[in-house]
T-cell receptor, first 115, second 113 residues
């Protein structure tokens, strides 16, 4: 079946602009996660959704970052007023939920470059 | 806080060599432990897992045993292949409302023919 998909695959934006990143999880997966992967920081957790609710937003680095999930499916991560330190690969993952939350299926990522 | 520490890479081996990638963790509770792998140009994928102490996870010839006494989950393979070249991430997870994986920084493995 179809895996987790993300769009765009690459995004180059100017400092100060807003960007939206999209994630389509595996159908039927109730849990959805956003991570950020950068050379210096490794894999950082950003936010976790169970259904449309976000019980854990602890990883969002600043109030410029927000995310939503609608219909228990698609999620968008929005970064406002982008800064150069936001440059990274943004990964989305989904899982069935329940006892399998740790078994996460990752998308290919969106590479964000802020110039 | 909870954390995962992996041996720093890169690790370079010849084909058919024995592989060990060390992973230790610090945890306040009793997490499940995972190894994820990222092949060149591909997304992260689950390699193996263990959910409680003394469990052994295995897949594709790789093994790791959950050692509570040493807080370790070292990844091993008896005979590596060129196709095993990838970045390997150790991770822990508690489940429940704390949904996220806590990852180590990753270890890059290169296998030469």
């Amino acid at each position: 079946g179809a895996g987790v998909s993300q769009s765009p695959s690459n995004k180059v934006t100017e400092k100060g602009k807003d960007v939206e990143l999209r994630c389509d999880p595996i159908s039927g997966h109730t849990a959805l996660y956003w991570y950020r992967q950068s050379l210096g920081q490794g894999l950082e957790f950003l936010i976790y959704f169970q259904g449309n609710s976000a019980p854990d937003k602890s990883g969002l680095p600043s109030d410029r970052f927000s995310a939503e999930r609608t219909g228990g499916s698609v999620s968008t991560l929005t970064i406002q007023r982008t800064q150069q330190e936001d440059s990274a690969v943004y990964l989305c993952a989904s899982s069935l939920g329940g006892g399998t939350l740790g078994e996460q299926y990752f998308g290919p990522g969106t590479r964000l470059t802020v110039t | 806080g909870d954390s995962v520490t992996q041996m720093e890479g890169p690790v370079t081996l010849s084909e058919e060599a024995f592989l060990t990638i060390n992973c230790t963790y610090t945890a306040t509770g009793y997490p499940s432990l995972f190894w994820y792998v990222q092949y060149p140009g591909e997304g992260l994928q689950l390699l193996l897992k263990a959910t409680k102490a003394d469990d052994k996870g295995s897949n594709k010839g790789f093994e790791a045993t959950y050692r509570k006494e040493t807080t370790s989950f070292h990844l091993e393979k008896g005979s590596v292949q060129v196709s095993d070249s990838a970045v390997y991430f150790c991770a822990l997870h508690y489940g429940g409302s704390q949904g996220n994986l806590i990852f180590g920084k990753g270890t890059k493995l290169s296998v030469k023919p």
